[in-house]
Antibody, heavy 125, light 108 residues
Framework: EVQLVESGGGLVKPGGSLRLSCAAS????????MTWVRQAPGKGLEWVSS????????YYADSVKGRFTISRDNAKSSLYLQMNSLRVEDTAVYFC??????????????????WGQGTLVTVSS | SSELTQDPAVSVALGQTVRITCQGD??????ASWYQQKPGQAPVLVIY???NRPSGIPDRFSGSSSGNTASLTIAGAQAEDEADYYC???????????FGGGTKLTVL
């Protein structure tokens, strides 16, 4: 069974740092891209960052660029999100998800499946 | 602001058909994927690519696309389909992913 389990969330003050982890099992982790998606309380989903299987390609949303760093350790089947200079507006449940894609004629479509249960990050003084 | 636009709320009578739409310029080039999220739960993929359902997703769920609009259709909506639905695709630049604002589906 494919499973993703996030950890590392908690309460942090504005300007602080936090590192999220996502432990993967049930699939060949290094063969898949991975992604982080967040959801502020009562709000919709927001894509945060994605990383390819061998970390060659990394992308960030403009809202976190320069503050967050995505990484992975394929030997440990783990995905990470280092979050620095945290702001109140970063408060959200953070989900990790496996990223799949299909390319045809140079156009690549992506989707996320499955998702972890999420970990709550609260940024407050 | 989102580059993918969804109606905030849609309702459907039990057993009837409902279409949830997602509009955006990037959809003229990329397919949307669709996610169902029930309260307190993680999102679940229901449609990806041209019109593909993951294992375990009922065949009453289908997807389509025309121009800059992607659609998720539920034929014969059930009470358990009541949830928030989000579309997702690449943005206009192709370098980032973006979600629509979500549609809250109520089954009457």
């Amino acid at each position: 069974e494919v499973q993703l389990v996030e950890s590392g969330g908690g309460l942090v003050k504005p300007g602080g740092s936090l590192r999220l982890s996502c432990a993967a099992s049930g699939f060949a982790f290094s063969s898949y891209g991975m992604t982080w998606v967040r959801q502020a309380p009562g709000k919709g989903l927001e894509w945060v960052s994605s990383i390819s299987g061998e970390s060659a390609y990394i992308y960030y949303a403009d809202s976190v660029k320069g503050r967050f760093t995505i990484s992975r350790d394929n030997a440990k089947s783990s995905l990470y999100l280092q979050m620095n200079s945290l702001r109140v507006e970063d408060t959200a449940v953070y989900f990790c998800a496996r990223a799949l894609r299909y390319c045809i004629n140079g156009v690549c479509n992506h989707w996320f499946d499955p998702w972890g249960q999420g970990t709550l990050v609260t940024v407050s003084s | 602001s989102s580059e993918l636009t969804q109606d905030p709320a849609v309702s459907v009578a039990l057993g009837q058909t409902v279409r949830i739409t997602c509009q955006g310029d990037s959809l003229t080039k990329y397919y949307a994927s669709w996610y169902q999220q029930k309260p307190g739960q993680a999102p679940v993929l229901v449609i990806y690519g041209e019109n593909n359902r993951p294992s375990g997703i009922p065949d009453r769920f289908s997807g389509s696309s025309s121009g800059n609009t992607a659609s998720l259709t539920i034929a014969g909506a059930q009470a358990e389909d009541e949830a928030d639905y989000y579309c997702n695709s690449r943005d206009s630049s192709g370098n980032q992913m973006v979600f629509g604002g979500g549609t809250k589906l109520t089954v009457l």
